[in-house]
């Protein structure tokens, strides 16, 4: 399978539907509402265009603002937030879709994503939990609501399930993906299926910036770590989203298009040992563990 490399900040990947996303998206995950709207404009002004949240996150309000302080229209700017797991069901789905789109103060969302999985060890009805959310994605992106949908956090098994009803296959799948944690089964499995792999946590959380392999590496192209891991995804066709409070870093973290990770080296990072992994798989996590875990 070929890779599309792009080459700068707003090249684009191309969603099974035809809508082009943005190459590298501008991570919100635990960032205060209050200061949301600053690093929003910060990350926009300083040339992304595709800024990732989640109703999860309490910060869409933030986000909204963010674009709007920016002056960019509306249509250059790519906007992915997600469904949270106590909206499930189809009203429910429905309904939640019209909260974030008042929440972020826009009238579409380019890209809505089921945040994380009913799960088995959560209810025995998992599957028909899932088609049935799924069908309020499917009627939110039929009546021109949202551009695009997919999912997060979704392994072979519950999309492998989501197919036998969807009349619309996802289109992205958000996963976790960093050195010492690349799960490269699951990334194969969706990018077969063309489902578009976005990367969460591409920096392990910081815990991978400090080891010393990766920094061995790094220093090969005149890198940091972060920007060796943010590499690392799009080589293996993934889209990252790197989050950042500083404007330094957030500009250092688009500066990842001048360098190809060797095989060597991309090997080398394959075998590493666990590292800054979040805890748990989708099916370990039922939704009374993941309070406070977006």
């Known amino acids: 399978m070929s890779i599309y490399l792009p080459t700068s900040l707003t090249d684009c990947y191309t969603l099974s539907n035809g809508v082009k996303i943005p190459a590298i998206g501008y991570g919100t995950w635990q960032t205060p509402n209050d200061v949301t709207a600053d690093l929003v404009k910060t990350a926009i002004d300083l040339g992304y265009r595709h800024v990732d949240t989640a109703w999860g996150y309490a910060n869409e309000i933030g986000v909204g603002d963010g674009i709007r302080a920016s002056g960019v229209k509306r249509e250059d700017i790519f906007v992915t937030t997600k469904h949270w797991v106590t909206f499930r069901g189809y009203q429910k789905t429905v309904e939640a879709v019209d909260e974030s789109l008042k929440n972020l103060g826009l009238d579409?969302?380019?890209?809505?994503?089921?945040?994380?999985?009913?799960?088995?060890?959560?209810?025995?009805?998992?599957?028909?939990i899932n088609a049935d959310t799924w069908r309020g994605f499917e009627a939110m992106y039929k009546a021109?609501?949202?551009?695009?949908?997919?999912?997060?956090?979704?392994?072979?098994?519950?999309?492998?399930?989501?197919?036998?009803?969807?009349?619309?296959?996802?289109?992205?799948?958000?996963?976790?993906?960093?050195?010492?944690?690349?799960?490269?089964?699951?990334?194969?499995?969706?990018?077969?299926?063309?489902?578009?792999?976005?990367?969460?946590?591409?920096?392990?959380?910081?815990?991978?910036?400090?080891?010393?392999?990766?920094?061995?590496?790094?220093?090969?192209?005149?890198?940091?770590?972060?920007?060796?891991?943010?590499?690392?995804?799009?080589?293996?066709?993934?889209?990252?989203?790197?989050?950042?409070?500083?404007?330094?870093?957030?500009?250092?973290?688009?500066?990842?298009?001048?360098?190809?990770?060797?095989?060597?080296?991309r090997a080398a990072i394959e075998a590493m040992p666990q590292l800054g992994y979040s805890g748990f798989t989708p099916e370990e996590a039922p939704a009374d563990k993941l309070a406070g875990l977006c």
């Open 108 to 128: 579409y969302i380019d890209l809505y994503l089921v945040h994380w999985p009913c799960v088995e060890l959560s209810n025995p009805a998992w599957a028909e």
């Open 144 to 265: 021109g609501k949202l551009r695009a949908i997919g999912v997060s956090n979704y392994e072979e098994k519950q999309i492998e399930a989501l197919a036998k009803t969807a009349e619309i296959m996802p289109m992205v799948n958000q996963l976790e993906f960093h050195p010492g944690y690349m799960q490269l089964d699951n990334i194969r499995y969706n990018q077969k299926k063309g489902i578009l792999v976005e990367a969460w946590s591409p920096l392990g959380s910081g815990t991978v910036l400090k080891d010393e392999t990766l920094a061995k590496i790094a220093a090969k192209y005149n890198k940091s770590v972060a920007q060796l891991c943010i590499r690392l995804s799009l080589d293996y066709g993934i889209l990252p989203l790197p989050k950042s409070t500083n404007a330094e870093r957030i500009t250092q973290n688009a500066e990842v298009f001048d360098f190809e990770i060797s095989a060597e080296d």
